[in-house]
Nanobody, 128 residues
Framework: QLQLVESGGGLVQPGGSLRLSCAAS????????VGWVRQAPGKEREGVSC?????????YYADGVKGRFPISRDNGKNTVYLQMNNLKPEDTAVYYC????????????????????WGQGTLVTVSS
């Protein structure tokens, strides 16, 4: 299993921004599809932003975050970022970084959240 460590969560007011980081150790993260998956209390988990491996630069965004949550890689730092802008109370959730070999399209992996390795999660709370 790959080791992934998320950071950057916290409390933010509506309309604010946060940047989540997903750092990998012991392997090269850009060989894998990486996704940010969130789970709010009482709700099913939701793949919100995903990025393809080095052979596929595609991205996928859930409808509710399109235009607000760009995902990006810094290969030099072996890290994937989720920039979260114009945050809304409904974005409150635990956000997990997940990764796996690309076995199908990035969209399919993201929508189904079919990843074999997961981080511990970081809590994002959007509240005034």
């Amino acid at each position: 299993q790959l080791q992934l460590v998320e950071s950057g969560g916290g409390l933010v007011q509506p309309g604010g921004s946060l940047r989540l980081s997903c750092a990998a150790s012991g392997f090269t993260l850009n060989y894998y599809v990486v996704g940010w998956v969130r789970q709010a209390p009482g709700k099913e988990r939701e793949g919100v932003s995903c990025i393809g491996s080095r052979s596929d630069a595609s991205t996928y965004y859930a409808d509710g975050v399109k235009g607000r949550f760009p995902i990006s890689r810094d290969n030099g730092k072996n890290t994937v970022y989720l920039q979260m802008n114009n945050l809304k109370p409904e974005d409150t959730a635990v956000y997990y970084c997940a990764a796996d070999w690309q076995i199908t399209t990035v969209q399919a992996m993201c929508v189904k959240s079919t990843f074999g390795s997961w981080g511990q999660g970081t809590l994002v709370t959007v509240s005034s």
